[in-house]
T-cell receptor
Framework: EPEVTQTPSHQVTQMGQEVILRCVPI?????FYWYRQILGQKVEFLVS????????KSEIFDDQFSVERPDGSNFTLKIRSTKLEDSAMYFC???????????FGSGTQLSVL | GNSVTQMEGPVTLSEEAFLTINCTYT??????LFWYVQYPGEGLQLLLK?????DKGSNKGFEATYRKETTSFHLEKGSVQVSDSAVYFC???????????FGKGTRLHILP
C-alpha cells in the first residue's frame, strides 16, 4: 500500500532555531495536512493545504509556521524560531479528496531544548 | 466547539480478553466518527468509521456503534491479540470538508 513518508523521525534543535520538517505525501493525493501531538495531549490540527495554498489553519499555526510544496512531491512545515512549547510529534497526512480517508506518516518527534 | 473525549490509558489486558475503549463526543448536528490506530513506529491508520446514527463500523475484529443518544462511539473487540498493542485514537469530522478532531489517544498493551 502507498504510504506517506516523513523525515527525519527525530529532530533536536535549540530554542530560536529554524526547523524544517519534511513529508512526501502519496503521489496522486491532492490534500495535505499537518497535525501535532504534544506529549500526553490531543492530536491537534495545524493546517490543511490544497491547490498550492493554505485552505484552513488553526490558532496554533501563527506567523512562526509556514508550509510549502516546493517541487510537486515534498510538503514541508517550517518553524521559523522554535520555542520550547513547539516540542511535539508532528504528523503529516494526505488524502485524495477532501473529507476522504487520511493517510498519515509515522511522524517527526521534535525536541526543542 | 467540537471535541472528543476518550478513556485514559494505558490499558493492559491479557490475550483473548474483551476490550472496550470508551469514546464520547461533543458536536452539533451529525458528525462522522472514526477510530484510528497507531502501531509502534508507524503512522496513524484508519481502523473503522461510521457516518450516521446507529451505524456500526467494523474492521479486524474491532467494532464501534455510533450512538447519538449517548454521543458515544466505544471501541470493542471480543478477543484481543498481542498484535493489537497500539495507541487508539477516537476522532470526528463535522462534515466532508472539515478537519479531523482527535482525542488524546489510549495506549493498549496486550500481554501474552
Amino acid at each position: 500500500e502507498p504510504e506517506v513518508t516523513q523525515t527525519p523521525s527525530h529532530q533536536v534543535t535549540q530554542m530560536g532555531q529554524e526547523v524544517i520538517l519534511r513529508c512526501v505525501p502519496i503521489s496522486n493525493h491532492l490534500y495535505f495536512y499537518w497535525y501535532r501531538q504534544i506529549l500526553g495531549q490531543k492530536v491537534e490540527f495545524l493546517v490543511s493545504f490544497y491547490n498550492n495554498e493554505i485552505s484552513e489553519k488553526s490558532e496554533i499555526f501563527d506567523d512562526q509556521f509556514s508550509v510549502e510544496r516546493p517541487d510537486g512531491s515534498n510538503f514541508t512545515l517550517k518553524i521559523r524560531s522554535t520555542k520550547l512549547e513547539d516540542s511535539a510529534m508532528y504528523f503529516c497526512a494526505s488524502s485524495l479528496n477532501s473529507g476522504e480517508k487520511l493517510f498519515f506518516g509515522s511522524g517527526t518527534q521534535l525536541s526543542v531544548l | 466547539g467540537n471535541s472528543v473525549t476518550q478513556m485514559e490509558g494505558p490499558v493492559t489486558l491479557s490475550e483473548e480478553a474483551f476490550l472496550t475503549i470508551n469514546c464520547t463526543y461533543t458536536a452539533t448536528g451529525y458528525p462522522s466518527l472514526f477510530w484510528y490506530v497507531q502501531y509502534p513506529g508507524e503512522g496513524l491508520q484508519l481502523l473503522l468509521k461510521a457516518t450516521k446514527a446507529d451505524d456500526k463500523g467494523s474492521n479486524k475484529g474491532f467494532e464501534a456503534t455510533y450512538r447519538k443518544e449517548t454521543t458515544s462511539f466505544h471501541l470493542e473487540k471480543g478477543s484481543v491479540q498481542v498484535s493489537d498493542s497500539a495507541v487508539y485514537f477516537c476522532a470526528l469530522t463535522k462534515n466532508r470538508d472539515d478537519k479531523i478532531i482527535f482525542g488524546k489517544g489510549t495506549r493498549l498493551h496486550i500481554l501474552p
